[in-house]
Nanobody, 117 residues
Framework: QVHLVESGGGLVQPGGSLELSCAAS????????MGWYRQAPGKERELVAV???????NYADSVKGRFTLSRGNVENTVYLQMNSLKPEDSAVYYC???????????WGQGTQVIVST
């Protein structure tokens, strides 16, 4: 079982920045990804950014050039630096770990991001 704890959400004005962080309990999977998804009211959960076993990072087109996913110096931590935020970035952001062997997803509790004046 993997437990994920997110932090860093909040209210920010358009054009502002926020950094989200996620700390996972021990990950023993051999092939897995770690990243962020988001879900806005009335919409499906969507991929924001994901890193594969410290390999390449994929970003949603809507956040490319504005968001940066990074892996922390502490094992099993991941950060999402969000710059030039737009109102359409408002959502609940969820940290995710996916085990490719079992095809199981693990989710954090979510952290709210509101971009508004």
């Amino acid at each position: 079982q993997v437990h994920l704890v997110e932090s860093g959400g909040g209210l920010v004005q358009p054009g502002g920045s926020l950094e989200l962080s996620c700390a996972a309990s021990e990950i023993t999977f051999t092939r897995y990804s770690m990243g962020w998804y988001r879900q806005a009211p009335g919409k499906e959960r969507e991929l924001v950014a994901v890193s594969f076993n410290r390999g390449p990072t994929n970003y949603a087109d809507s956040v490319k050039g504005r968001f940066t996913l990074s892996r922390g110096n502490v094992e099993n931590t991941v950060y999402l630096q969000m710059n030039s935020l737009k109102p359409e970035d408002s959502a609940v952001y969820y940290c995710n770990v996916r085990d490719f062997m079992s095809r199981r997803d693990y989710w954090g509790q979510g952290t709210q991001v509101i971009v508004s004046t």
